[in-house]
C-alpha cells in the first residue's frame, strides 16, 4: 500500500513530444506538489495544488501544466519537449497544505529526453 | 547567492562518528524541512521545524530563528546513513514558497 505513487518510473522520448505523468495518494491529504530535480541534483518546487485550486506556481514554462481529476490525483503534462526538460520529477503530498506541514514523497519519475 | 545554504556540500564519516550538517538561510521562515533523498533517489521526509528541537531515533534537528540556521545532528553514524540530506524553507505570505539548499552528501564507511 504505497502511499505516493508515480507512472511512469521511467520515460524515454523524442524532443518536441508531449508526455504525462501521473501521481496519486492514497493518504487522503489536500495538497499536492511537484517538484524538479536537475542534474546537479537541486531541487525546486513547481506546482503546488490544494483542492483543485493552483497555490504556487513558480517560474516553471507554460509547456508544464497540472491537471487534477480528485483530490487524489496530480498529473503533469509537458507539451513539446525540450532537451533541458531531462531530470527527475517527484509528486508529493501533505494533509492540509498549511505552512508547517510534512510531505510525503512519491519515488520519482526520471524522464530522458533525446 | 542561494537563499538556503547547506554545509558541508560533502561529508565522510566513520561507523560511529556523530555528524553535523548545518543550513543558514537568509529569508523569514514559517518553517524549515529536513528531507534524506536515498542512493536509489527516493525522498523521505525526516522533520519539520517551526522552533526548537525535534528528535527521532538517532536524527535530532534544531533550529535557532534568531540566527536563521538549522543543524541536523546523526548520533552514532551507520553506514545506512549514506544519503544526501536536503534542508528546505518554507516562506512567504499568502502564497508560501519552498526554496531547497543544494543537499550534503553523506557517506558513512564501516
Known amino acids: 500500500d504505497t502511499a505516493v505513487s508515480q507512472t511512469p518510473k521511467y520515460l524515454v522520448t523524442q524532443m518536441g513530444n508531449d508526455k504525462s505523468i501521473k501521481c496519486e495518494q492514497n493518504l487522503g491529504h489536500d495538497t499536492m506538489y511537484w517538484y524538479k530535480q536537475d542534474s546537479k541534483k537541486f531541487l525546486k518546487i513547481m506546482f503546488s495544488?490544494?483542492?483543485?485550486?493552483?497555490?504556487i506556481n513558480e517560474t516553471v514554462p507554460n509547456r508544464f501544466s497540472p491537471k487534477s481529476p480528485d483530490k487524489a490525483h496530480l498529473n503533469l503534462h509537458i507539451n513539446s519537449l525540450e532537451l533541458g526538460d531531462s531530470a527527475v520529477y517527484f509528486c508529493?503530498?501533505?494533509?492540509?497544505?498549511?505552512?508547517?506541514?510534512?510531505?510525503?514523497f512519491g519515488p520519482g519519475t526520471r524522464l530522458l529526453v533525446l | 547567492k542561494n537563499e538556503v545554504e547547506q554545509s558541508p556540500q560533502n561529508l565522510t564519516a566513520q561507523e560511529g562518528e556523530f555528524i553535523t550538517i548545518n543550513c543558514s538561510y537568509s529569508?523569514?521562515?514559517?518553517?524549515l524541512h529536513w528531507l534524506q533523498q536515498h542512493p536509489g533517489g527516493g525522498i523521505v521526509s525526516l522533520f519539520m521545524?517551526?522552533?526548537g528541537k525535534k528528535k527521532h531515533g538517532r536524527l535530532i534537528a534544531t533550529i535557532n530563528i534568531q540566527e536563521k540556521h538549522s543543524s541536523l545532528h546523526i548520533t552514532a553514524s551507520h553506514p545506512r546513513d549514506s544519503a544526501v540530506y536536503i534542508c528546505a524553507v518554507l516562506s512567504g505570505g499568502s502564497n508560501y514558497k519552498l526554496t531547497f539548499g543544494k543537499g550534503t552528501l553523506l557517506t558513512v564507511n564501516p
Open positions: 521545524l517551526s522552533s
Open positions: 508529493a503530498s501533505s494533509p492540509v497544505g498549511g505552512r508547517l506541514e510534512t510531505q510525503y
Open positions: 495544488y490544494n483542492n483543485k485550486e493552483l497555490i
Open positions: 529569508v523569514g521562515i514559517s518553517a
